[in-house]
C-alpha cells in the first residue's frame, strides 16, 4: 500500500526562505541529490531564487508581526513504491498545486518545483499564509494538531486517493526529519574518537583483573582531559 505524504515548514525570515530556496535550486551541496538527473527537475512560477524571493516580497502585507510566517513551505510526495514503472508523479503533483491553489488562493501560491533528481519525485511548494481579510495568518492554516490532522486527511481524499494512495495512519507517533535539520546534521562537526595508549598488562594484573581494569580507565579519563 503506498502512501500520500505532506509536510509543511513555517519560514519567518527571508534568510530562512533564501536557505530554503538555495536546497530547492541546488545552490548549495545537496548530498542526497544526483547531479546527473537534475535535467528532470521542474521549476513553476519562477526560474530563480532572486524572482522567487521578490515575488513573496510583493505578497507580504506592509504590516504584520515581527514573528510572523511569511511562507509556508509544502513538501508532497508518496511511498517510493508509488514511482514505479515510468511513473514521475506529473499528474499527482498538478492535483496537488491545484488543491494547494484551491486553499490558499492562486495568487499566493508564489513557486512550485518537482524534484526528480533524489530518491524518490516530490513536489515543493512556497505559499503566502494569507487569510480572508488578507493579513498573515498561518495559524488558520496550520494550527495545531486538529487542523494539520484535518488538512492531512483532506489531501488524502482530495488528491491522494485520485492516484491510488492512501492516508498515513491517524494519531501516529512517527516523525521526520525535514531537510533543514538533516543538512544542519551533516554539517555540524562530529566528535571523533580518541585514541588511547591501552597500558600493557603487568604480571600482577593476573592476580587483580580489577586493578588492571582500573589502570586502563585512568588512562581514557587522562586521554579526554587533553583532547
Not at 546527473?36 to 524571493?53: M, R, V
Not at 488543491?99 to 505559499?127: C, F, M, Q
Not at 484535518?150 to 482530495?158: E, G, I
Amino acid at each position: 500500500m503506498s502512501y500520500a505524504i505532506l509536510r509543511t515548514a513555517k519560514l519567518k525570515s527571508m534568510g530562512e526562505i533564501g536557505g530554503s530556496l538555495s536546497h530547492t535550486f541546488r545552490t548549495r551541496d545537496t548530498p542526497n541529490a544526483d547531479p546527473q538527473h537534475a535535467d528532470l527537475n521542474e521549476h513553476g512560477h519562477g526560474d530563480t531564487p532572486e524572482s522567487i524571493k521578490a515575488a513573496l516580497a510583493a505578497r507580504l502585507p506592509e504590516k504584520r508581526r515581527s514573528d510572523a510566517v511569511l511562507c509556508v513551505e509544502y513538501f508532497i510526495g508518496a511511498s517510493p513504491e508509488h514511482f514505479t514503472g515510468g511513473q514521475d508523479g506529473s499528474a499527482y503533483f498538478a492535483d496537488a498545486v491545484a488543491w494547494l491553489k484551491a486553499k490558499h488562493g492562486a495568487e499566493n501560491v508564489i513557486a512550485t518545483a518537482i524534484h526528480r533528481d533524489e530518491t524518490s519525485p516530490h513536489l515543493v511548494a512556497y505559499v503566502v499564509p494569507l487569510d480572508y481579510q488578507g493579513k498573515l495568518n498561518a495559524k488558520a492554516f496550520l494550527g495545531g494538531k486538529s487542523k494539520l490532522s484535518a488538512m492531512q486527511t483532506d489531501f488524502a481524499d482530495s488528491v491522494g486517493r485520485k492516484h491510488g494512495l492512501e492516508r498515513g495512519l491517524e494519531g501516529s507517533k512517527a516523525t521526520h526529519t525535514s531537510i533543514r535539520e538533516y543538512y544542519g546534521r551533516v554539517g555540524q562537526a562530529q566528535e571523533k574518537t580518541p585514541s588511547v595508549d591501552v597500558p600493557e598488562p603487568k604480571l600482577s594484573d593476573r592476580v587483580s583483573v580489577k586493578a588492571y581494569g582500573e589502570r586502563v580507565a585512568e588512562s581514557v579519563l587522562d586521554r579526554k582531559s587533553v583532547v
